[in-house]
């Protein structure tokens, strides 16, 4: 019998020969996966070969698009509590003068700060209490996958996957719909699918500082990234009194505490008996790299077992979440209301071409910071002292961490028609009144699609509407000081389609009446079952609470 020691409770239940869906990995990859599923009615068995959650710390950074999937998941309000805004990314040469400053702003698109510091290790327990607490939702710690194997009884091995693990009572084996791996970069999935890395072609190993401490440190409650090929770091503050330093070092000797006064002596003055605990040293290797493909039949890869980038814009665990948003709601729709296969094949057509795209923007930070260490380094650094003095770069720069998303079968963008601006990229979520309560727009979207009109509805429109399980909510009258209203006018549309994910699928361009791209999403998003129960009809609590 295995014991749950992170859950606090003993798992007893039954275990079937089969499950909808088994995820492989319960990091935050993982159980936001499983949580996002569970929304939806999808239930999952999460394997990870820990008991309990790995206490050290790793990932520090989240975005804001980060914090509105955690907000999906259900876990956005314990999330605020352990987490603390930050002021954006510096550059600084080599004495630790600003080259360039890329700030973050308190509250983005999404509704939350820009760029928010945790402790990993807390963001996973407050996940899997979230699991515990979920009845779709179950974890076996402590035990060890063996074997992914799919029957091949569909075109490119689709149908039933088989999933062999061990524990300490033996062998078990589990037959699931799909199975989503989210074992990370030496993942065992990633060979089931027979998949290769593709080299990006950034290796460098760093030392690794994680420290709690009274003293007083020179911090701008933001990051600060030193560009000098010499000594290259970063630092940031993670918590109340939790730091972390990275340095590229010419060699893997463990710091002392000489070493270590010396290396973080432009941040504090670390006398003898100081209150300076350090929390953890280690070297790592940073990576650039990318799985050639994510899935195989019902089989996916999510996370750093589908890629790897270096840390230098807090991007790698975000970029494992965006994975899980963007392939949780397809999954849940062709297995629970019959969609087409090929709403599937999205996932990594959708998600790919972003993560390489960050990955490159890292690298690029990783080479601004060092210079390299070849004869061009001089070359570079000059080029980037100017580059930074670009007007208008930061706020480029930070626009380029979420571009929107390439022209495909779920993202209908025509030249010819308005709206261009708005698809492919996210709806904005302010705050907004519904029977006299403040909420985020999500909350009153619900998990579903949603059409967002400025204009009264078509009978097709309402029609399409339907046939999605789509929410329809005027703009007019929200309490969101017209925000959307106006987020419309400048798009040049009068309705738009938001995907569960809250992507922009399609528009209503202003004067048209109907959506444009019907045809080409139409066949894929069809369902054979009834969509889910839907709430009470958005326009009728609007009508009560609101006034237009």
């Not at 790897?308 to 970029?319: N, R, S």
Request: net charge neutral; aromatic share 6%.
């Amino acid at each position: 019998m295995t014991v749950d020691q992170a859950a606090g409770r003993r798992d007893t239940a039954p275990r079937p020969g089969h499950v909808p869906v088994v995820i492989v990995g319960a990091g935050p990859v993982g159980v936001t996966a499983a949580l996002l599923l569970a929304r939806r009615g999808v239930r999952t068995v999460v394997l990870e070969r820990h008991h309990d959650v790995y206490p050290l710390p790793r990932a520090v950074a989240a975005d804001d698009e980060v914090r509105r999937i955690l907000q999906a998941a259900g876990v956005q309000e314990e999330f605020a509590a352990i987490s603390r805004p930050a002021r954006g990314l510096r550059l600084l040469d080599a004495r630790h003068r600003v080259m360039a400053e890329f700030p973050r702003t308190a509250q983005g698109a999404h509704g939350f700060p820009q760029t928010s510091m945790f402790d990993q290790p807390e963001l996973e327990r407050l996940l899997r209490d979230a699991l515990a607490r979920t009845p779709e939702c179950e974890l076996r710690g402590g035990v060890e996958v063996v074997g992914v194997y799919q029957d091949g009884d569909g075109p490119d091995g689709e149908g039933p996957v088989r999933v062999a693990y061990r524990d300490d009572t033996g062998e078990h084996l589990l037959r699931a719909d799909a199975v989503l791996g989210c074992d990370g970069a030496g993942s065992l999935t990633r060979d089931a699918i027979g998949a290769a890395w593709e080299d990006l072609r950034f290796e460098e190993r760093w030392t690794v500082v994680d420290v709690r401490t009274s003293l007083p440190v020179r911090c701008w409650e933001g990051v600060d990234q030193i560009c000098d090929p010499r000594r290259p770091a970063t630092f940031m503050r993670i918590g109340e009194d939790r730091y972390r330093w990275e340095f590229r070092l010419r060699d893997d000797s463990e710091l002392d505490q000489e070493r270590l006064r010396e290396l973080i002596a432009p941040w504090a003055d670390l006398t003898p008996g100081a209150d300076f605990t350090v929390l953890r040293q280690a070297r790592y290797t940073f990576r650039a790299r990318i799985a050639d493909r994510w899935r195989r039949g019902r089989v996916f890869l999510l996370g750093d077992a589908a890629h790897l980038t270096p840390p230098f814009i807090g991007q790698g665990l975000c970029a494992g979440l965006r994975d899980a948003h963007n392939l949780t709601w397809k999954l849940a729709r062709v297995l629970r209301q019959g969609a087409d296969e090929r709403l599937l094949e999205t996932y990594e057509s959708e998600r790919k071409p972003h993560a390489r795209h960050v990955i490159r923007l890292a690298v690029a930070m990783g080479w601004a910071m060092t210079g390299g260490q070849d004869g061009a380094a001089a070359v570079r650094r000059g080029l980037l002292n100017a580059v930074v003095r670009i007007p208008g770069l930061s706020a480029a720069a930070a626009r380029d961490l979420v571009p929107v998303l390439a022209a495909g079968p779920l993202v209908h963008r025509r030249a010819r028609w308005g709206g261009r601006g708005l698809v492919g990229g996210f709806c904005p979520q302010p705050w907004v009144t519904v029977d006299g309560r403040r909420v985020r727009l999500d909350e009153l979207l619900g998990d579903s699609f949603a059409l967002l009109t400025a204009v009264p509805p078509t009978p097709s429109l309402r029609a399409v509407a339907d046939g999605l399980g789509a929410r329809t909510v005027p703009v007019a009258g929200l309490g969101d000081d017209g925000r959307l209203a106006a987020w419309l006018r400048e798009g040049r549309a009068d309705a738009v389609l938001l995907r569960p994910d809250r992507v922009v699928m399609d528009v209503v361009p202003s004067g048209a009446g109907d959506l444009t791209g019907t045809s080409d999403w139409a066949s894929l998003l069809h369902t054979t079952r009834s969509p889910l129960p839907s709430r009470r009809s958005v326009e009728e609590s609007l009508s009560r609470s609101t006034t237009r």
